[in-house]
């Protein structure tokens, strides 16, 4: 079993509409959660952490169920710009006070006029 | 302050051949970490590398690769005798510090191709 799992999509959606992307981890003792975004044949960049409390930055809402091992990004109103794989990612706590980041394998998003 | 600098961006090598991949971190960070990424998967911990040190190689493939980050250049990731298989991107991301919460900042990749 993967340690990340997502739903690779694709999701073909119109511009302006709603879309959510879960992902579920297998490791209960996952520290930190994060989106990134990748665009083709580009690195990942941060989009933003995920947090129990849930968080919000502009149209994109990040949830964590740490109960359930069970993340979510929500886009409202989405632009032609989100295009972009989105990948889910851990971290697992190592002795040595250092990150080592476990992505899953993405989940596409196409956004069309 | 430049990001992080990968070089080459693009290598083609036959069977058989090495590859040597470079990473530059940003500056003034000083913690290395490698990843790859095959074709439609995401990307897989290869190293994690302080100046002189290698802290954690535990995806490392046994055989054919190695990693060092000197005290002065680079960090390098080395493949030797490649195969078919070990076509992918390979990223490096850099990190100021030994911190769990740090970011890690992402370099633009090295793809390689083999013949």
């Known amino acids: 079993r993967k340690e990340v799992e997502q739903d690779p999509g694709p999701f073909n959606v119109p511009e302006g509409a709603t879309v959510a992307f879960n992902c579920t981890y297998s490791?209960?003792?996952?520290?930190?959660f994060f989106w990134y975004r990748q665009d083709c044949r580009k690195e990942p960049k941060l989009l933003m952490s995920?947090?129990?409390s849930g968080n919000e930055d502009g149209r994109f809402t990040a949830q964590l169920n740490r109960a359930s091992q069970y993340i979510s990004l929500l886009i409202r109103d989405s632009k032609l710009s989100d295009s972009a794989t989105y990948l889910c990612?851990?971290?697992?706590?190592?002795?040595?006070?250092?990150?080592?980041?476990?992505f899953g394998a993405g989940t596409r998003l196409a956004v069309h006029p | 302050n430049a990001g992080v600098m990968q070089n080459p961006r693009h290598l083609v090598r036959r069977r058989g051949q090495e590859a040597r991949l470079r990473c530059s971190p940003m500056?003034?960070?000083?913690?290395v970490y490698w990843y790859r990424q095959l074709p439609e998967e995401g990307l897989k911990f290869m190293v994690y590398?302080?100046?002189?040190?290698?802290?954690?190689e535990s995806g490392m493939p046994k055989e054919r690769f190695s990693a060092e980050f000197p005290k002065e250049g680079p960090s390098i990731l080395r493949i030797q005798q490649v195969v078919r298989g070990d076509s992918a991107a390979y990223f490096c991301?850099?990190?100021?510090?030994?911190?769990?919460?740090?970011?890690?900042?992402f370099g633009p990749g090295t793809r390689l191709l083999v013949l």
């Open positions: 990612v851990v971290t697992n706590m190592f002795s040595g006070g250092y990150n080592k980041l476990i």
């Open positions: 590398l302080q100046k002189e040190n290698i802290i954690d």
């Open positions: 490791n209960s003792a996952s520290q930190s």
């Open positions: 500056k003034g960070h000083s913690h």
């Open positions: 995920v947090y129990s």
């Open positions: 991301a850099s990190s100021p510090k030994r911190d769990r919460e740090e970011t890690q900042y």
